[in-house]
């Protein structure tokens, strides 16, 4: 089954991918914060052949790529797509953007699969982590980061991101779709892939970052899954 993914840029606007104060300026935030998760359970990126899923304007692609992975972005949104492109071309990183799903790109050609942000937003989650798995070769890792599901993840996201402080448009999230650490797991499992690690990522209003945290994830968390290496 194809799980179909909703289009933030419609809601934000495509021209704020990369605004300086834009409806996106939390999620170029924590894409350093990311990348460096990956480089602690993947060891470097350079040579490294990944798929970033739900790519958006390229946000965490461009990371990658400046990191030295060789990178996919795909989105079901040709006008994020342009929007990545086109400032991809003007920072000088070369990345294959393709408007698309995961669906679409190569089965087992890839050393890591990224999906951040987009499984609370996808209609079939569970269908979203198998099309992931598939891009995977024997050995590969799937990297997403997604949004808890619990009283304080609807008063931090919802209440306070939507409604008060109005970083978000209202209406971004539906809190049935945020997705416990243990129903991510149990559709990695179904997946054929094996959880590794998760960890929450917490914001630092002193830091203005997120920080790492094993042991607290109430909102935001990051998970780390590997495909066997026997095929």
């Known amino acids: 089954m194809m799980a179909s993914v909703s289009c933030p840029d419609e809601q934000f606007g495509s021209d704020g991918w990369w605004e300086a104060g834009g ?6 935030v924590f894409a ?36 030295g992975a060789l990178v996919t972005g795909v989105d079901p949104s040709p006008s994020a797509i342009e929007a990545a492109r086109a400032h991809a071309a003007g920072s000088g990183l070369e990345i294959d ?22 499984l609370e ?58 997705i416990t650490p243990d129903e991510l797991s149990r559709q990695c499992s179904a997946a054929g892939l094996k959880v590794a690690d998760i960890a929450g990522a917490n914001w630092s209003f002193f830091g203005k970052t997120f920080l790492l945290s094993r042991s ?3 909102v935001n968390y990051l998970l780390h899954a590997k495909k066997s290496a026997v095929n």
């Not at 990297?143 to 808890?148: D, R």
Request: charged share 20%; aromatic share 6%; with cysteine.
């Open 32 to 67: 350093p914060v990311r990348c460096a998760y990956m480089r602690e359970r993947l060891g470097e990126l350079g040579g490294r052949k990944i798929a970033d899923v739900g790519c958006g304007g390229g946000i965490f692609s461009e990371q990658l790529a400046a990191a």
């Open 216 to 218: 607290w994830m109430p």
């Open 23 to 28: 409806s996106h300026s939390l999620l170029r």
């Open 97 to 118: 953007y393709r408007a698309g799903s995961a669906a679409d790109l190569e089965s087992a050609g890839y050393d890591a699969v990224v999906c951040s942000e987009v």
């Open 121 to 178: 937003h996808a209609s079939d989650p569970a269908a979203l982590v198998e099309q992931c798995a598939a891009l995977l070769v024997a050995g590969g890792s799937l990297i997403v980061s997604t949004i808890n599901r619990n009283p304080l993840a609807y008063a931090a996201m919802i209440v306070g991101m939507e409604k008060v402080l109005g970083a978000l448009p209202e209406g971004s999230h539906n809190y049935r779709q945020f």
